[in-house]
Structures are given as C-alpha cells and as structure tokens.
C-alpha cells in the first residue's frame, strides 16, 4: 500500500471537469514537498503532464492544474476529452523515508 | 531532442546479477540528476533509486538498499543500475528518468521506454 493514496479510479463525460486526490502525511506532503503529477497510456513510460508550481511542460493544455492543502494534493482536469484516458500518479518526496514516493496511481475512464 | 534509451534487461534466476544501463543525449548530462523507477507487471510505479549530476551523490529505496547499486558515466553520458541478489519481487519494466535539478531527483522531467527485467528460476 502506497504512503500517497489516489483513488483506484475516477471517471467523466467528455467537458467534464475530473479531480483526482493524493493524500499524504507531514512527512511528504505536509512538510511543503512538492507534488508532481504523471499520465501513463497502457504500455508506455509516464510522462509529466505537470509539476507541484502548476507549470507545465509545453504541449500540455491548460485544462490540467494543481492544487495542495495541508496533507493533500489535487490534480484538476477541466474540458476532459477522449484523450485524457489513463493512469495518473502523484509524485512527491518523504523527509522519513529520505526517498521519493508515487501514489499507487488512478484510471481515468472518459465516458 | 532529449533522449534516454535503456538496456541490459533479461531474464535471470533468483539471487543473480543484472546490471540496467542508460544511454543519454540531448542535454548536458552531468548537470542533472538521474533515477531508476520501476513497474511491476500490472503494478503501479515505484522509485528505486536516483544519484546526483555529478555522481557523489546516490539514494535509495528500502527495498533495494544493500542489493542495488546506481552509479553514472559522465564522460559517456550514461547511467547504470547493478542489481544483485535479485528477488522474484524484483521483476518490473526499469525506466531511466532524468529530473530537473541536479542533487536529489526529486521530480522526472523525461523517461526512457524502459527495459524489462524478470527474475525467476
């Protein structure tokens, strides 16, 4: 079981908005980490679709941003669309364990 | 154009050796720090180990400390990870990953297609 827990799945119609939560603890999270989140397509490496700053890597839309509170970060997708179906992981790094961790991951469906 | 290419992956029985490389261009490799996360088939990802730009530098999971060994090329441009004393829980897809600072690696700006590694008897 991850230290980041996600939701094992989400899911939208497309131009929905879609969030997916990692909590964390004040070790990693809450201590001021920043988290970064991943998207994964089946059998492909991740790939960042954006970091803890809210900055993304050009070719990435504006539809995904950031957002953290206390021990819990969020990743907002808006205008979803048919492309955006995958798995996502949160990223972050714990000051106990002196490592980096990733959430155990969430499938986003588009309906 | 960044790119990272892994290989060295295969198949090899429980308690051997295996060591994963990484082959890097498109950016001034020993400026940034590197790491290895791993899948496991039908598994989330998991962080193994990552080492600093100029190589002084090398952390590890609790999983993998004592066993594996990261270290880096900077006159190649090429990152390696020896794996001994490796498990069956030790069988996943290792992906190369670059980050955006150059101590720890905090974050993976780009990643490798991955190299697979299956441990089994």
């Known amino acids: 079981q991850s230290v980041l827990t996600q939701p094992p799945s989400v899911s939208g119609a497309p131009g929905q908005r879609v969030t997916i939560s990692c909590t964390g603890n004040r070790s990693n999270i809450g201590a001021g980490y920043d988290v970064h989140w991943y998207k994964q397509l089946p059998g492909t490496a991740p790939k960042v679709v954006i970091y803890?700053?809210?900055k993304r890597p050009s070719g990435v839309p504006d539809r995904f941003s950031v957002s953290k509170s206390g021990t819990s970060a969020s990743l907002a997708i808006t205008g979803l669309q048919a492309e955006d179906e995958a798995d996502y992981y949160c990223q972050s790094y714990d000051s106990n364990l002196n490592g980096v961790l990733f959430g155990g991951g969430t499938r986003l469906t588009v309906l | 154009e960044v790119q990272l290419l892994e290989s060295g992956g295969g198949l090899v029985q429980p308690g051997g050796s295996l060591r994963v490389s990484c082959a890097t261009s498109?950016?001034?490799?020993?400026?940034?720090?590197m790491s290895w996360v791993r899948q496991a088939p039908g598994k989330g990802l998991e962080w193994v180990s990552g080492?600093?730009?100029?190589?002084?530098?090398?952390f590890y999971a609790d999983s993998v400390r004592g066993r594996f060994t990261i270290s880096r090329d900077n006159s190649k441009n090429t990152l390696h990870l020896l794996m001994n004393s490796l498990r069956v829980e030790d069988t996943a897809v290792y992906y190369c990953a670059k980050s955006l600072g150059d101590f720890a690696p905090l974050n993976f700006e780009y990643w490798g297609q991955g190299t697979r590694v299956s441990v089994s008897s």
């Open positions: 080492i600093s730009g100029s190589g002084g530098n090398a």
């Open positions: 803890g700053n809210n």
């Open positions: 498109g950016f001034t490799f020993s400026g940034y720090a």
